[in-house]
């Protein structure tokens, strides 16, 4: 009886529900883990983290699959004249990163931040200008099909998923429903592999805890209040009034469904693409429209990036107030369009945004040697700040998705 109920809690009810219970015990493991270390001669917690490597690299397994097929299958079976809504989100997509990143540059203002820069050995190769980002983006959309799934070029994946579709639009009603029942078969898989995450969640906390705990995190309290707290001010304050604008009525049950079902996964996978089949199943939960949604979802995993944005920011203001470097509000503002633009460019896996610091910091000439201590500062704190990072930008996909659906069905009532 004791284990059916265990069973239960796991796998039937409220996802949300679940995974906070096992976020619950993937704490209480960590906290009693080291008293048991002695009598195991291992740490438990640490071997309790594979369960979360299962459930991340299961999502982002699945995730180029899911993404190729339901593109190619909305756009071949989609009927001829009706509307497109892309345009509408990418504009919402473009907007928040760069809100995101001036609000950042406000809260750095208000607080300004040093940090404790070290010489620390790493070899890196982050870009060294808004252009090389750019580029990549564009060779990233002429990839190699089979490369592209392969890597999890969602970029090249969502080109020819695109162009696929198109071209099958003029194929025969077989192929179209052909397609269509792969997308429903990887689609169930997706969800089977969901109802997996408070065990995911339990692995990934409880290993998280062992293997750096929080201690660590309270030299940089100040840099993590203002990081957080521009995304908090992000997600609870500049994504409702956006939404507002589209839909014109209260937006916080949809800000608040998604950061608590999409933000909550995402916190603790630290992959905006791994989110993707999360995202993929909110959406149709909320009764979105599969043929934008199946696009605007694994768009907005690359490009949609306001908590990256946020880090790029707040990273390299801390690195300009620690080196005593003047900056005027103007150049703060060309940071935050700096930063906007490199956000997009970031790669939807854990830490990618710290990459894309140098190019920032090089606005202040800053040099890379030290831009590179920033970035070991930011994979210090990253525990939190990669996590909220993520939170930010995957559930914000699901919000303006629904803005912007919403806003059509609105207009179209």
Request: glycine share 8%.
């Amino acid at each position: 009886m004791n284990t059916s109920r265990l069973f239960s809690l796991f796998f039937h009810g409220s996802l949300v529900k679940r995974i906070s219970i096992g976020l619950i015990l993937g704490l209480l493991l960590a906290l009693i883990a080291p008293s048991l270390q002695g009598a195991l001669g291992f740490n438990l917690a640490e071997k309790a983290g594979f369960l979360g490597k299962v459930f991340v690299r299961s999502l982002r397994a699945v995730a180029p699959v899911l993404v190729f097929l339901l593109v190619i299958s909305a756009i071949a079976n989609k009927q001829l004249g009706s509307k497109s809504n892309m345009k509408s989100i990418i504009v919402l997509y473009l907007l928040g990163t760069f809100l995101a990143a001036f609000t950042s540059v406000l809260f750095s203002f208000a607080l300004p931040t040093e940090i404790a820069l070290k010489t620390q050995e790493g070899s890196l190769s982050p870009p060294s200008e808004v252009t090389e980002v750019l580029s990549t983006l564009v060779l990233n959309m002429v990839d190699n099909p089979i490369n592209a799934l392969f890597n999890a070029n969602f970029i090249g994946i969502l080109s020819w998923a695109i162009g696929l579709g198109v071209a099958l639009r003029y194929a025969s009603d077989t192929t179209k429903n052909v397609m269509n029942d792969f997308s429903e078969a990887v689609s169930k898989i997706v969800h089977f592999i969901i109802s997996f995450a408070p065990i995911g969640v339990f692995g990934l906390v409880a290993e998280t805890l062992a293997d750096k705990g929080l201690g660590a995190l309270l030299d940089y309290a100040q840099l993590l209040v203002v990081l957080i707290g521009s995304m908090a001010f992000t997600a609870f304050v500049i994504n409702p009034i956006l939404v507002y604008w589209k839909i014109r009525r209260n937006p916080f049950p949809l800000v608040w469904t998604c950061v608590r079902e999409s933000g909550l996964t995402a916190f603790f996978t630290r992959s905006s693409a791994a989110n993707i089949p999360v995202n993929m199943e909110l959406s149709k939960r909320l009764n979105l429209d599969e043929e934008t949604y199946s696009v605007s979802i694994p768009l907005g995993a690359t490009i949609n990036m306001a908590g990256a944005a946020i880090t790029i920011t707040v990273l390299t203001l801390a690195a300009v107030h620690t080196l005593g470097v003047e900056v005027s509000f103007p150049t703060a503002v060309l940071l935050s369009l700096v930063a906007s633009i490199c956000a997009c460019g970031a790669s939807g896996v854990a830490g990618g945004s710290l990459l894309l610091i140098p190019l920032a910091c090089s606005l202040f000439g800053i040099s890379n040697d030290i831009a590179a201590q920033v970035i070991g500062v930011g994979f210090i704190i990253g525990v939190l700040q990669d996590s909220a990072e993520t939170a930010l930008n995957s559930s914000t996909d699901v919000v303006f998705t629904a803005a912007v659906c919403w806003s059509e069905e609105g207009k179209n009532s």
